[in-house]
């Protein structure tokens, strides 16, 4: 259930243009220009004033774009690592963690960072809101959003690859005002976008907005709020996995946000963001200097992403070129792409679990794994101050403790669907 909350206040800006405007309720693009580019979010709070860790994620409500608190929150935990950080000779390395780990605070119970950009979002929606929201995922977002939806009674419309349904776990029964459908077996994610966006053409649905919804990026922002509030300055690094790479993003715009409030540096992170091998787009663009992402082949990424275990690393159509998106974050804080595969993310999580104490995600085993290399090619020095973002974690330790359901599809569409089916699926549905 939402809270009574004196609504944050902020405006919103076109990053290409530098022009401000008001929030409408549901803002995804900058009004009257023609060229796509993101918008940020501008707090009248220049500096954040971080509430009690019982307050969940909106303990930095400061910063977030809303106007309702839900229950069930839990924030981001940073802490100063000691066995990874002893293992690598780092002297600071803290590490951001938001996943299931009850001993050092952190109760997320679908183990992924996504439900800080859920539990933003859903506070950014009004509740006169009449329309469904629709979100299309390869797993942690889907699992986030149903959670956070299902607890508070928000409809929404899921869109998931049919192969990727085994990440569709939950400890209880999701409410029925949440439907998953799917593309069928051989799709990915960028197929279940597409889907996302078909329905999003029909009267009675609107869509989340995936980056281009600043509570989204926000919501991930808080990572490094954690980090900041917890250490007191701005990191040196920042390590994390990407799939969309709005994380690194939302990263950046915190960053940005930190400069301006003055009290913790005057220093940008380097974004040393990570992807699995062979599914590396974004790597590719950045080495080649290009604001494009390189021509693929889309029957060769769906191969590729095939091969990969980090499947949530896997956007084909990642906000990289756009204004405000991960090539100008890249070009204005500095930093790399880097790559692991399969063998060294598997590898990278065991150590973590051997020497931290807790599973982790595959994505989150990548950016471990890029941390190690980092370390070993000099990349990055002893004494440096490392932000290390484990994005998810505890799912292991999570299903020992709890007993498991499967939320099932309501319907799986072919790759390519025609609107007229798709229509008489959801007018059944909803």
Known sequence: MSKEFKATEYILQSVNTGKQFKDAGWTLDAPGEDKPSLIRAIYKKKQIDVKDISHGIYRFADWLPIHKTLEGSSAPITYKSKGLAKYLGLSKLYITFSGYWPEIGSNFPTCSFKETEAYSVCGRLSSEEKKVLVVASAGNTARAFASVCSENNIPLLLCV?????????????????????ATKSGSDYFDAIHLSNLACQLDNFIAEGGAKNVARREGMGTTVL?????????????????????GAV????????????????????????????????????????????????????????????AKVLSN??????????????????????????NEELLKAAKLFEELEGNDIHPASAVATATLIKAVHDGTVNKDDLIM???????????????????????????????????KEVLDKLF
Not at 161 to 181: A, G, H, Q, R
Not at 226 to 244: L, N, T
Not at 292 to 309: H, N, Q, S
Not at 323 to 341: E, F, I, Q, R, S
């Open 226 to 246: 954690s980090a900041v509030h917890e250490i007191g300055k701005i990191p040196d690094y920042y390590f994390q996995a990407v799939g969309s790479s709005t």
């Open 161 to 181: 690859p049919e192969d990727y349904l085994d990440v569709m776990w939950f400890n209880k029964p999701i409410n029925d005002c949440v439907k998953l459908v």
């Open 388 to 422: 290390l973002n484990i994005t998810g974690g505890g799912e292991e330790k999570f299903k020992r403790e709890n007993d498991i359901v499967y939320l099932k599809p309501k319907h799986i569409f072919d790759i390519n669907p025609d609107l007229k089916t798709l």
């Open 316 to 341: 084909r159509r990642p906000p990289y070129s756009i204004p405000g998106g991960l090539y100008d974050a890249m070009k204005d804080a500095g930093g790399d792409v880097l790559t692991a595969n």
């Open 250 to 309: 939302a990263a950046w715009e915190a960053n940005l946000r930190l400069l301006e409030d003055g009290r913790f540096g005057n220093n940008k992170m380097k974004l040393m963001v990570s992807q699995n091998e062979p599914f590396i787009i974004l790597q590719e663009a950045w080495r080649a200097d290009s604001r494009d992402l390189l021509p693929m082949d889309d029957d060769e990424a769906r191969k590729k992403v095939e091969t990969i275990i």
